[in-house]
């Protein structure tokens, strides 16, 4: 009985230890919100590059 309520006691400690290490829902959403962001920016000049290739090939057609 008394090394399950150490076991349980060690365990529960680590828990709440771990518990403390993690990042507020507000850090959380602002990670996110920055990934987001970063994603976004990606997309945009993978489309202004498509965009200057049609053009240069447009122009290379006429």
Excluded at 5 to 21: D, K, N, P, V, Y
Excluded at 30 to 41: P, R, S
Aim: hydrophobic fraction near 40%; glycine fraction near 4%.
């Amino acid at each position: 009985m008394r090394t399950t309520a150490i076991t349980t006691i060690l365990l529960l400690s680590a828990f709440l230890a771990a518990g403390c290490e993690q990042d507020s829902p507000a850090e959380n959403a602002a990670e996110a919100i920055d990934e987001a962001a970063d994603e976004m920016q990606d997309s945009a000049e993978n489309i202004r590059d498509g965009v200057e290739d049609a053009a240069e090939e447009l122009d290379n057609t006429q």
